[in-house]
């Protein structure tokens, strides 16, 4: 089970606010993933395409998916749009990884895209609250920031987080950020300006918060049979879970923790068979600083109520004891919604092969983990990968 | 024999003082004026109508459902006494409006008196008037904004004792113009002399044992002038109108929530109301202690919210934005349908409960969160509860149909209800500043303007403060 899928594959566009559209991101996210396989490559291989998206802006809800595909050469290649909000493409890469353990399939295409930065502002608004509850959350006038900030606040009076501690998580991830050519944000932050930021929904500012960005990301998987076709150094998917969760934050009886992470969590370290002290560096959904916070709890990295502190001790800067977000995370890498799970992946296929840029590849990386959130909760997916 | 059996009134929490206008302006118009009452963004006719009602029922609680309820209004354009009934459960309620003109609360009182006389039981008449005036016209200064409530039943503490009523064709009264601000009317000396004449007929001899008076109160000279022909200097200076501004139909109620707060068994109470031609004088006669919460004159409560000009301004959607498209993505949106099949949840909390476990449920579910069962039955909430969690949403956080509401009064705070019955609910808190909210504070429900959409406002769920000294 261990070793019965394979990324053979991966690349991403850069993400941001591109001056592309959905199309063409999508061909360099193709493009990026192809020069990434060592041996040659026939795309007439691939079976079956995941494509984890929200559909930019609601213009192309409706088959999604053959829009892409179609524009990149491979229109008769059986493909479905997969959504879960901003878990979109981690639950593209299950499906995919469903599909090739199921026997079905040996060779997938699992990618995500998202087009955000077109929008008018009160367009994109919209977007960023349409994985809430509509009918009662919406309507108490919150979007995603004011979900997340009801969290954080509680968090807050129930451990005593900080907003240092929160702070502490944007400054570390702005400095992976910085040095990650892919990334959205490249410039590094320091806590003063992260602190004096203006408020969006309090008790979350600016830097509290991930950008609105556009790109797309493509992750090629294979059967254990096949992937030698593609590569000597495949990374291995050693585990994929799920869990879902009431949409709306009012219906669950905790706000200071994800139940949907904590199931995603656990289903996958016994899958894998590892706990949380074999891993050797994550890729959390930090959406907002205290998500990052909540995650390393939800998942066993710190003790329930201590994510604050965790993160304030360097624990997880890449010198620390598991370093998290090398690649930026969402808040400096970018959250192109559909895209980021997909591009989770991308980051821990490079980091296990050793290809990440200097000064952010985790040193002898040989096991990590992805952890992808939909909206505040609702769904998640945690996939744990090894050499 | 018919009569008041409770009264309850709302004042919004927010006022602009005479002075500030005198600042920005170089003058406040409005005579004997101190300062007056703006409706929160989120409050209208509608709401306030209900605070009212809820105030007054709540000293006067009952088994049976009124025959009746009569709302009435001077400034109001859209059915209120429907919308009033629904928030309060009345299901075989007759819900009446009158509107149009500052005479319709004193007729409803009198419709109300006959109703119950001739056996109907119980009446509920509440009058609510926010009127709008054009920034740049002196009348505006002291247009202002309240409601009050009266349960009428067969078992009042005040009676009506004497009536008299006067119809003039000529006269013209405030009216609204082409854009709905409220203009001056012509002729008010006429109606002034008008409401002593029915003052004079209804007093009669009996001028000595009047001890309150409910005048009607364009401004603070109106009682005095009105009235000091017929009754002692010191029973004709100005009431309400002097911290509230000009109420509409409400002013002759909430004067009259004001005298019967003071009044002693065996006094009279003298209202005259006057509106599009109509005026009418009643004299009540307390004939029992009438339970009600009195409006505290003099003091402002630690809850009321002093205005300068521009945010007066402000509120009042002078300065918004018009060319933001609201339009074009509708951050909550619901269908219409389906927002009205809800309507039951959102002003009464009804929910569930659960005849397996006994656990309440909300919103509705097709099984039990706590045991799976299937065996639901509607069941109404208590709508009190702390807060489990807040946020404040400021300019970028709201959603677009938020965004007036913003542009009026700023941030907004949000709030994770924990209810008393056990679910929780996510709600505006309103009526509070919003660096005033804090983690397990107590609140209770209450039903306020969300937004407008598909040109219907929608109300809905919104939770206080429940002590109103916060």
Redesign the interface.
Known sequence: MAEDVAIVAAGQSRFGARREGPKELFAEAWRACREAVDKGFDPLLIQEAYVGSMAFGGYQLGNTASLPLGYIGLPYLPSRRVENACASSSFALRDGYLAIRSGAADVVLVAGLEKMTD??T????????VSG???????????F??TY???A??HM?DFGTTREQMAAVAVKNHRHGALNPKAHLQKEITLEQALRA???????GLYDCCPVSDGAAVVLLASREKAKRFTDAPVWIRASAAANDHL????RPS?TRMEATIRAGKAAFHQADLSPRDIDLAELHDSFTIAEIMALEDLGFCPKGRGGAFVESGATQRDGQIPVNLSGGLKAKGHPLGATGAGQAVEVFHQLRGSAEKGRQAEGAEVALTHNVGGSGASCTVHIYGR | MAGIEAYGYHLPRYSIRGKEYANALGHFAARGVEEKIIPGWDEDEVTMALEALIRALEMAPAEREPSILVAASSSARRPVAQTLAQALGLGSTEAVDIQGNSHAAVEALLVGLKAVGSGEGRVLVVSSDAPRGAPDDPFEHGLGAGAAAFVLGPGGGAELVARATETTEDLVGPHEDDQGFLRVGANQDAGVAAMGRVAKAAVGDAANEVAGVACHEWDGRTAREALSSVLPKELTEAGAVRFAGYTGSSSPMLNLVVALGDARVGQTILMVGHGAGRTTAVLWRVTAKVPGVGIVTGEPKANRRYLTYPEYLRLRGALANPTVNRQTALGAYVPLATYQATVGQRYRLIGQVCTTCNAKVFPPKASCPSCGGEALQPHALDPRGRLHSFTIIARGAAPTEFLEQQEAQGEYAVGLVQLEDGPRITAQITDVEPGAVEVEMPVVLVLRKLYRQEGIVRYGTKFRPLSRDV
């Open positions: 929008l008018p009160e367009r994109q608004k919209y977007w960023l609250g509850d509509t009918e009662w959350e919406r309507l108490a006038g919150t979007t920031a004011g900030a009801l969290m606040l509680r009076h203006p408020m969006v929904a309090h008790p979350l709306a934050l009012h219906e706000i």
